[in-house]
């Protein structure tokens, strides 16, 4: 059983820095296309990032283009969502989800695709 387990959210003044961590366990990550989510109060799920299997392709929601990068260490099962520049707008419920794939070079953007996902974890930019 795959599980993900997010980590690293907080409260973080406008203009600060978070960096997310979703632990894979249950099989190796390099087996995953990984994508980020998040759902604020009382609005739909949607899509902030999503990197390829093999780490070599990436992309981004507009919202988080130029502040939003997602790298990931297949040795450590971990994938990661660096935030920059942190707006009000971007308080959320973060969630990281997995997509078993056999194609390494593709990315996933939508929320269907994913089989697996995690907990959440809350991100509030407030001053």
């Known amino acids: 059983q795959v599980q993900l387990v997010e980590s690293g959210g907080g409260l973080v003044q406008p203009g600060g820095s978070l960096r997310l961590s979703c632990a894979v366990s249950g099989r190796t990550s390099n087996d995953y296309a990984m994508g980020w989510f998040r759902q604020a109060p009382g609005k739909e799920r949607e899509f902030v990032a999503a990197?390829?299997?093999?780490?070599?392709?990436?992309y981004y929601a507009d919202s988080g283009k130029g502040r939003f990068t997602i790298p990931r260490h297949n040795a450590k099962n971990t994938v990661y969502l660096q935030m920059n520049s942190l707006k009000p707008e971007d308080t959320a419920v973060y969630y990281c989800?997995?997509?078993?794939?056999?194609?390494?070079?593709?990315?996933?953007?939508?929320?269907?695709?994913?089989?697996?996902w995690g907990q959440g974890t809350q991100v509030t930019v407030s001053s």
């Open positions: 989800a997995a997509k078993l794939t056999y194609y390494s070079s593709v990315y996933y953007y939508t929320g269907q695709e994913y089989d697996y």
């Open positions: 990197i390829s299997a093999n780490g070599g392709v990436t």
